[in-house]
């Protein structure tokens, strides 16, 4: 999957080796016929696409071709739309609104084919998380073609891709309720749903979950976020896999206490990735309840923040790599695995590298579960929160390093001036400081007030992930730099089970938009940019090629009086990066205002790199914020790029890009 092939000539040089993609492009499994049948272009989420009839030389020369408003699909016309479509048949295929509505779109005038509105009723009002990123396409070759939805109320869809009917043979009259078989003798559908699509792997539905935020829950239980297999002709559940496993299955001796018995969350929110050729589905999973504290779940708690292999067939457990042990930094598996083939020391590897919220790049063999380069276990510092019980060593890959900084020290402060500097300095000075993996700490009353988190719980890396060009064999993530204070103090009475609760993060002075970044001297981040980047990464060495800021810096940054007269020209945006990449270009959608809600917050401009170089060769804005990764496709012999536009108070829409 995804796939840069070099032959028997290993010894071969990187550009005598680009020259022969065009001989094996046949042998990938990225998108193609000009199409994007998957979330990321194919099932690998290599979010790459061969086109080039959009260049360096024309990009410039893009204009609207069409749009598309998704005002009229719920109640909150300007939510946050992370959605992805894809594109079979010159159809394109997406979900719109809270409600996710299934659509249909013609692909070269945005003309509304379909929609299929699915009441759910109550069911549909209470849920665990609104915001959705897409759908899955099946066909079997002849006149099936199905579209798989999953519904806010955590119901799969199974509709005719040419009507948008639901299928009467496929579940029950077309639904599936997915919140049967998950060890719970009673699952409320708030507390799981799903926030990005299904992946169809060869004839095998496999669907992950999401739940209701676990930065600060009201009990030790919740439902588990169990991984399931369906047939997509009938919708039949074939077969559960455990992330919490039960007694006598393989990691259950990692929950100590029984705590398997009542420990939820632990499921896979973001998208998957797959290999068709080998039938194996690569499941990234979250954090168990609950994000900042683990003491009512002692062990290493497998397979939480695990990457894990299943056959997509069965179920079984291929291989498994924990990459953080017994997790109380919220660092779960957010962003999809990108599948490659590529030449590393002389040897053709299939592989599957996996952005982190900790900005490490994890890459092992995708067959055996070997890393490709050593990780090592390290002693990490220990908590001393009363009840807690943190691992003694953590996994540290040893390349590709890091493309974000990781954990917090006196050189990471803000330093424009030496003003801002000893502000800087003052104000870290309430707060712990150490490298990646330093616990969360109690709030001490005229003592410290917490540890300063870098990255913190948001990333790094998250769900927009990474693109990789098998056409060079580099890997391009995205990444935001900023530290949040994460403090636990003592659970006040009347909050259930839960012994403890956070501050930071998602509440107090570390809570989201402004306040999340900009905690630092007067209103400014607290710590040194870029504050944002994208990271190319050469996949045969792993090592860096390049790094770039994300775009330019916010406009409460530029607008400061205290930084009058400094170059603010490499500071970048603390967004998250939409990336896409073709045979010639890399697209990059700023982000959609996650860490700043001041005036600048957010970002509206659609760049597009020189992916060799890391040079802009265009830039433009856009109505409002990119909310979700840009596609492309080709449809009656034209080139468009399409991308999900979205803000505070402007309604979401698709806009697609073409050459005049």
Same mark, same amino acid.
């Given at each position: 999957m995804g796939a840069l092939k070099f032959g028997r000539g290993l010894g071969v040089a990187l550009a005598a080796a680009v020259l022969a993609v065009g001989f094996l492009r046949a042998e990938q499994q990225t998108a193609v016929n000009g199409e994007w049948r998957f979330y990321?272009?194919?099932?690998?989420?290599?979010?790459?696409?061969?086109?080039?009839?959009?260049?360096?030389?024309?990009?410039?020369?893009?204009?609207?071709?069409?749009?598309?408003?998704?005002?009229?699909?719920?109640?909150?016309?300007?939510?946050?739309?992370?959605?992805?479509?894809?594109?079979?048949?010159?159809?394109?295929?997406?979900?719109?609104?809270?409600?996710?509505?299934?659509?249909?779109?013609?692909?070269?005038?945005?003309?509304?084919l379909w929609t299929a509105r699915f009441d759910e009723g109550r069911r549909g009002q209470n849920v665990a998380r609104t915001v959705n990123r897409g759908l899955a396409y099946w066909s079997d070759g002849r006149d099936d073609e199905r579209i798989l939805s999953i519904t806010p109320g955590f119901q799969l869809l199974g509709l005719d891709a040419k009507t948008g009917r639901l299928i009467e043979g496929f579940g029950a009259n077309g639904v599936v309720d997915l919140t049967e078989g998950l060890d719970r003798e009673t699952v409320d559908a708030g507390s799981i749903g799903s926030t990005s699509p299904a992946i169809v792997v060869n004839d095998v539905i496999v669907v992950g979950a999401a739940h209701v935020g676990g930065s600060n829950p009201r009990s030790k239980s919740n439902t588990p976020g169990y991984i399931r297999g369906y047939d997509v002709r009938t919708g039949?559940?074939?077969?559960?896999?455990?992330?919490?496993?039960?007694?006598?299955?393989?990691?259950?001796?990692?929950?100590?206490?029984?705590?398997?018995?009542?420990?939820?969350?632990?499921?896979?929110?973001?998208?998957?990735?797959?290999d068709p050729e080998l039938g194996y589905v690569y499941i990234p999973?979250?954090?168990?309840?609950?994000?900042?504290?683990?003491?009512?779940r002692p062990g290493n708690n497998l397979f939480a923040e695990s990457l894990v292999c299943l056959d997509a067939k069965t179920?079984?457990?291929?291989?498994?790599?924990?990459?953080?042990?017994?997790?109380?930094?919220?660092?779960?598996?957010?962003?999809?695995?990108?599948?490659?083939? $590529?030449?590393?020391? #002389? %040897?053709?590897?299939?592989? &599957? +590298?996996?952005?982190?919220?900790? =900005?490490?790049?994890?890459?092992?063999?995708?067959?055996?579960?070997?890393?490709?380069w050593p990780i090592e276990e390290r002693p990490v510092p220990q908590t001393d929160v009363p009840g807690e019980k943190t691992s003694p060593t953590q996994p540290f890959p040893t390349r590709p390093a890091a493309y974000d900084r990781q954990g917090v020290s006196i050189d990471d402060l803000i330093d424009f001036t030496p003003e801002l500097r000893k502000e800087a300095i003052e104000i870290a000075s309430h707060y712990r400081l150490g490298p990646i993996f330093t616990p969360p700490s109690l709030i001490v009353p005229g003592g410290t007030q917490g540890t300063l988190m870098l990255p913190e719980a948001q990333g790094g890396a998250n769900w927009p992930g990474g693109a990789y060009d098998p056409e060079t064999g580099i890997l391009f993530v995205s990444s935001v730099t900023n530290t949040i204070p994460l403090a636990?103090? $003592?659970?006040?009475? #009347? %909050?259930?089970?839960?012994? &403890? +609760?956070?501050?930071?993060?998602? =509440?107090?002075?570390?809570?989201?938009?402004?306040?999340?970044?900009?905690?630092?001297?007067?209103?400014?981040?607290?710590?040194?940019?870029?504050?944002?980047?994208?990271?190319?990464?050469?996949?045969?060495?792993?090592?860096?090629?390049?790094?770039?800021?994300?775009?330019?810096?916010?406009?409460?940054?530029?607008n400061h009086p205290a930084l009058k007269g400094i170059d603010l020209s490499n500071v970048g945006r603390p967004e998250r990066a939409m990336l896409m990449v073709?045979?010639?270009?890399?697209?990059?959608?700023?982000?959609?205002?996650?860490?700043?809600?001041?005036?600048?917050?957010?970002?509206?401009?659609?760049?597009?790199?020189?992916?060799?170089?890391?040079?802009?060769?265009?830039?433009?804005?856009?109505?409002?914020?990119?909310?979700?990764?840009?596609?492309?496709?080709?449809?009656?012999?034209?080139?468009?790029?399409?991308?999900?536009?979205?803000?505070?108070?402007?309604?979401?829409?698709?806009?697609?890009?073409?050459l005049p």
């Amino acid at each position: 999957m995804g796939a840069l092939k070099f032959g028997r000539g290993l010894g071969v040089a990187l550009a005598a080796a680009v020259l022969a993609v065009g001989f094996l492009r046949a042998e990938q499994q990225t998108a193609v016929n000009g199409e994007w049948r998957f979330y990321g272009g194919d099932a690998g989420s290599t979010k790459y696409s061969p086109l080039d009839q959009v260049n360096a030389q024309n990009v410039s020369s893009l204009r609207v071709a069409w749009r598309w408003k998704a005002e009229n699909f719920g109640p909150r016309p300007d939510f946050n739309w992370e959605v992805t479509p894809l594109m079979v048949k010159n159809t394109l295929y997406f979900t719109a609104g809270t409600r996710r509505v299934p659509v249909a779109v013609d692909a070269a005038t945005g003309e509304t084919l379909w929609t299929a509105r699915f009441d759910e009723g109550r069911r549909g009002q209470n849920v665990a998380r609104t915001v959705n990123r897409g759908l899955a396409y099946w066909s079997d070759g002849r006149d099936d073609e199905r579209i798989l939805s999953i519904t806010p109320g955590f119901q799969l869809l199974g509709l005719d891709a040419k009507t948008g009917r639901l299928i009467e043979g496929f579940g029950a009259n077309g639904v599936v309720d997915l919140t049967e078989g998950l060890d719970r003798e009673t699952v409320d559908a708030g507390s799981i749903g799903s926030t990005s699509p299904a992946i169809v792997v060869n004839d095998v539905i496999v669907v992950g979950a999401a739940h209701v935020g676990g930065s600060n829950p009201r009990s030790k239980s919740n439902t588990p976020g169990y991984i399931r297999g369906y047939d997509v002709r009938t919708g039949k559940k074939i077969w559960t896999f455990r992330t919490i496993p039960h007694p006598g299955e393989f990691g259950n001796e990692t929950w100590e206490e029984k705590s398997w018995e009542y420990t939820g969350n632990t499921g896979a929110w973001a998208p998957l990735s797959a290999d068709p050729e080998l039938g194996y589905v690569y499941i990234p999973v979250e954090t168990p309840t609950g994000d900042f504290y683990g003491g009512t779940r002692p062990g290493n708690n497998l397979f939480a923040e695990s990457l894990v292999c299943l056959d997509a067939k069965t179920g079984r457990r291929v291989w498994h790599y924990q990459l953080v042990h017994h997790g109380i930094w919220d660092w779960d598996i957010a962003s999809p695995p990108i599948l490659a083939d $590529v030449t590393i020391d #002389g %040897r053709l590897r299939k592989i &599957v +590298a996996q952005p982190t919220k900790q =900005a490490w790049l994890y890459v092992f063999d995708r067959v055996t579960g070997a890393p490709i380069w050593p990780i090592e276990e390290r002693p990490v510092p220990q908590t001393d929160v009363p009840g807690e019980k943190t691992s003694p060593t953590q996994p540290f890959p040893t390349r590709p390093a890091a493309y974000d900084r990781q954990g917090v020290s006196i050189d990471d402060l803000i330093d424009f001036t030496p003003e801002l500097r000893k502000e800087a300095i003052e104000i870290a000075s309430h707060y712990r400081l150490g490298p990646i993996f330093t616990p969360p700490s109690l709030i001490v009353p005229g003592g410290t007030q917490g540890t300063l988190m870098l990255p913190e719980a948001q990333g790094g890396a998250n769900w927009p992930g990474g693109a990789y060009d098998p056409e060079t064999g580099i890997l391009f993530v995205s990444s935001v730099t900023n530290t949040i204070p994460l403090a636990l103090e $003592v659970n006040p009475a #009347g %909050r259930g089970d839960w012994p &403890v +609760a956070s501050r930071g993060g998602s =509440a107090g002075r570390g809570g989201r938009g402004q306040e999340r970044t900009n905690f630092g001297p007067q209103g400014l981040p607290l710590i040194r940019p870029p504050w944002g980047r994208i990271t190319a990464i050469d996949m045969h060495t792993g090592d860096h090629v390049w790094m770039k800021a994300n775009g330019e810096a916010p406009d409460f940054v530029k607008n400061h009086p205290a930084l009058k007269g400094i170059d603010l020209s490499n500071v970048g945006r603390p967004e998250r990066a939409m990336l896409m990449v073709t045979k010639t270009l890399l697209f990059s959608g700023g982000g959609s205002g996650l860490f700043t809600t001041a005036p600048g917050g957010g970002d509206n401009k659609l760049r597009v790199y020189d992916k060799k170089t890391g040079t802009v060769i265009h830039e433009r804005a856009l109505t409002a914020n990119v909310t979700g990764v840009p596609m492309t496709y080709m449809a009656n012999g034209k080139q468009y790029v399409v991308l999900p536009l979205g803000a505070t108070g402007v309604p979401a829409e698709l806009v697609a890009l073409a050459l005049p």
